[in-house]
Nanobody, 120 residues
Framework: QVQLVESGGGLVQAGGSLRLSCAAS????????IGWHRQAPGKERELVAL??????????HYADSVKGRFIVSRDNAKNTVDLQMNSLMPEDTAVYYC???????????WGQGTQVTVSS
């Protein structure tokens, strides 16, 4: 099993920056991809950014809405994945969830979520 614990988040004004961090523990060698989703009030959970293949050179993917503003990065030694969020906008307000996709056996592990609120 893989456990995920997020930190960071909070309240920031539009145009500001925040950094989220997610620490993975357990069977981290089984992680195929790791990243972040978010869920705004009244909306479905959506993918924000991910890094493929935790334990080797991977590639990053971003939602169109955050490209050029958010940067996802991982530290293999610490088993962490961070999300640097710049030029934040009120529409970025949501609960942000760290997630890890495991292939064998196939399942998705989720963190508990952290609130990000961007004021206008």
């Amino acid at each position: 099993q893989v456990q995920l614990v997020e930190s960071g988040g909070g309240l920031v004004q539009a145009g500001g920056s925040l950094r989220l961090s997610c620490a993975a523990s357990g069977s981290t060698s089984s992680i195929n991809s790791i990243g972040w989703h978010r869920q705004a009030p009244g909306k479905e959970r959506e993918l924000v950014a991910l890094v493929t293949r935790m334990g080797s050179t991977g590639s990053t993917h971003y939602a169109d809405s955050v490209k050029g503003r958010f940067i996802v990065s991982r530290d293999n030694a610490k088993n962490t994945v961070d999300l640097q969020m710049n030029s934040l906008m009120p529409e970025d307000t949501a609960v942000y969830y760290c997630y890890a996709q495991i292939l064998t056996p196939p399942y998705t592990s989720w963190g508990q979520g952290t609130q990000v609120t961007v004021s206008s």
